[in-house]
């Protein structure tokens, strides 16, 4: 059943699933084959597919930045259907209201009551399309949904499927008709990327197979949900030793100080970090961290939430990276 009525507190992972039944190397197998068959048909940058398959292991949610037309509603496609679990995809438009995501109730004349209709959110894979072309108020709405896995309608709490996930997809700031994410909605996406444009020669294979008008339709999963529950929950019992802890507690003290910066990496921050660099390492078929794990997420994960002074005035962010950046070279690292 999608979704259920509770006032209980959820168990917990460890309660609910124990010790993990997948060994590293198992783990890594399935995470190729998922990896191959999304590049059956997303011909562009391979790193941008290891992110989306590190933001699942993680548990978290992507947003996906960059020009029209480079391939971002073709990779988030690509792996929703390369995965046999709920999907649906919602084109946000700056008309939409919260109900058009969330779900709304109708009267029922036959019952006299009035029935719940879910909307689009309640789906194990949600593509939010161009999500900063609608308002603020609509944005919102997918708080809660991403943070806490369920939507209060009507007095009710409903508990949204495992694995929940969402996909957003959205242009730079300064296109016409965008709306600047708030900083607690960015802060719900585990990683912000960029595909950028292809090579020469991917662009020359994209021309000749073009794969988003064939293979796409014709993409079949290679992982059920249950498959992806399991990599998940390994992910979870990743070691990472103290010295990592304390390097990335030293990276956000360190912007939190920093005098360019208004807002540093908050403490959900600091846990999306160490999270993304325990999937990397399930990625890379090990069960333990190590410092690079750390360095390959920091901009993807932390780009999008610390704020420079200036950002207010001007909506750019990369300000703000490039102190990330200043910021990670001047933070020794245990390796």
């Known amino acids: 059943m999608t979704g259920i009525q509770t006032d209980q507190p959820e168990p917990t992972r460890a309660e609910t699933l124990g010790e993990p039944d997948l060994t590293a190397d198992e783990a890594r ?13 997303y011909i562009g940058n391979v ?10 292991l993680a548990r978290g949610h992507v947003l996906i930045e960059d020009v029209p037309g480079v391939g971002k509603t073709v990779l988030a496609t690509a792996l929703a259907r390369s995965l046999d679990c709920s999907f649906s995809r919602v084109q946000l438009t700056p008309d939409m209201l919260p109900a058009d995501v969330l779900g709304v109730s109708v009267y029922d004349s036959k019952s006299g009551e009035f029935q719940f209709k879910r909307g ?25 949904s991403m943070q806490e896995a369920t939507v209060s309608v009507d007095g009710r709490v409903i508990r949204l499927d495992q694995p929940f996930m969402v996909v957003a997809t959205q242009n730079p700031f300064e296109f016409e008709g965008t ?23 991917a662009e020359a294979q994209v021309l000749n197979q073009r ?9 079949l999963p290679v992982m059920d949900h249950q498959d992806v529950i399991r990599l998940q929950h390994l992910t979870d019992h990743v070691r990472i030793a103290d010295e990592i ?19 540093g990496l908050s403490p959900r921050g600091t846990l999306a970090l160490a999270q993304a660099a ?28 610390v704020v420079s002074r200036g950002y207010l005035q001007t909506g750019d962010q990369s300000a703000g990276l490039e102190t990330l ?11």
């Open 120 to 144: 689009p959110i309640f789906a194990n894979i949600l593509l939010a399309d161009e999500i900063n072309r609608t308002t603020p108020r609509t944005q919102s709405a997918l708080l809660e």
């Open 47 to 56: 790193d941008a597919i290891d992110r989306l398959i590190v933001c699942l």
């Open 278 to 305: 325990r999937a990397r390492a399930v990625l890379s078929g090990r069960d333990y961290c190590i410092p690079e794990d750390v360095l390959e997420n920091i901009e993807p994960v932390c780009g999008h939430r």
């Open 29 to 41: 197998e399935r995470i190729e084959r998922l990896r191959e068959n999304i590049r059956q048909v």
């Open 179 to 201: 709306y600047l994410l708030p900083e607690n909605q960015l802060d719900r996406f585990l990683m912000r990327i960029s595909l950028g444009y292809p090579s020469p020669e």
């Open 325 to 335: 950046r200043e910021v990670v070279r001047e933070v020794e690292s245990p390796a």
């Open 211 to 219: 794969p988003s008008e064939s293979r796409l339709i014709e993409l």
């Open 245 to 263: 802890v304390q390097y990335i507690i030293r990276l956000a003290n360190a912007t939190r100080e920093h005098k360019d910066l208004r807002i």
